[in-house]
């Protein structure tokens, strides 16, 4: 069993709507990461945090510590957010990342 | 200009050929990581650096070398390529002295794409 798991794997929705991609964890950690892997295969770090939530434009990432859980949300889904999304762990200490395999968003016109 | 580099953007090569990839960056940061990426997996971790004299091997290091020739310069070598190492490449950097907020942020190359036939 991977240790970081997401869901679902694609996703297909109609601009406007909200979504929600969801990330769990099997081991402790120190930070949960929300990547963004453009078409062309750019990744850039979309959030990082460790408890509560963060807001980044209609991007919103909340994570639950007690169930292990993450979820990142887009409001007002746009043609442009379509990517991958990739979620990542890092444990204390230490630096390196441990990735869920990525859920590929597709917002249809 | 991007503040993390890498080159080639994309190869083809036969196998047993030695092939050797890029990265550079002006971000002054100490560590650097080197991972590939494969279809219906995620990012696996080949070789991190965490400063010039320090070299580690990730989760997949075989049939990889790698060099920190300076703190913006980390290569990673394919000794004699072989078909299953055709994936997309991808070089990050990360520094840890910019506190809780950036600690573990990790930022990437654009990545490059390796094909051995």
């Known amino acids: 069993k991977n240790e970081v798991e997401q869901s679902p794997q694609n996703l297909t929705a109609q601009e406007g709507e909200f979504i929600t991609i969801n990330c769990s964890y099997s081991v402790g950690i120190s930070a949960l990461h929300w990547l963004q892997q453009h078409p062309g295969g750019g990744i850039v770090s979309l959030f990082m945090?460790?408890?509560g939530k963060k807001k980044h434009g209609r991007l919103i990432a909340t994570i639950n510590i007690q169930e292990k859980h993450s979820s990142l949300h887009i409001t007002a889904s746009h043609p442009r957010d379509s990517a991958v999304y990739i979620c990542a762990v890092s444990n204390f200490g230490n630096e390196k990342l441990t990735f869920g395999t990525g859920t590929r968003l597709t917002i249809i016109p | 200009d991007a503040d993390v580099t890498q080159t080639p953007r994309n190869r083809i090569t036969k196998t047993g050929k030695r092939i050797m990839l890029e990265c550079s960056q002006t971000?002054?940061?100490?560590?650097m990581y080197w991972y590939r990426q494969d279809p219906g997996l995620g990012l696996r971790l080949i070789y991190y650096s965490f400063d010039v004299k320090d070299i580690n091997k990730g989760e997949i290091s075989d049939g990889y070398s790698v060099s920190r020739q300076a703190q913006a310069k980390f290569s990673l070598s394919l000794e004699s390529a072989i078909p299953n190492q055709t994936a997309l490449y991808f070089c990050?950097?990360?520094?840890?002295?910019?506190?809780?907020?950036?600690?573990?942020?990790?930022?990437f190359g654009p990545g490059t794409r390796l094909t051995v036939l």
């Open positions: 990050a950097t990360s520094d840890p002295t910019g506190g809780p907020s950036s600690y573990n942020e990790q930022f």
């Open positions: 971000k002054g940061h100490d560590r």
């Open positions: 945090l460790s408890s």
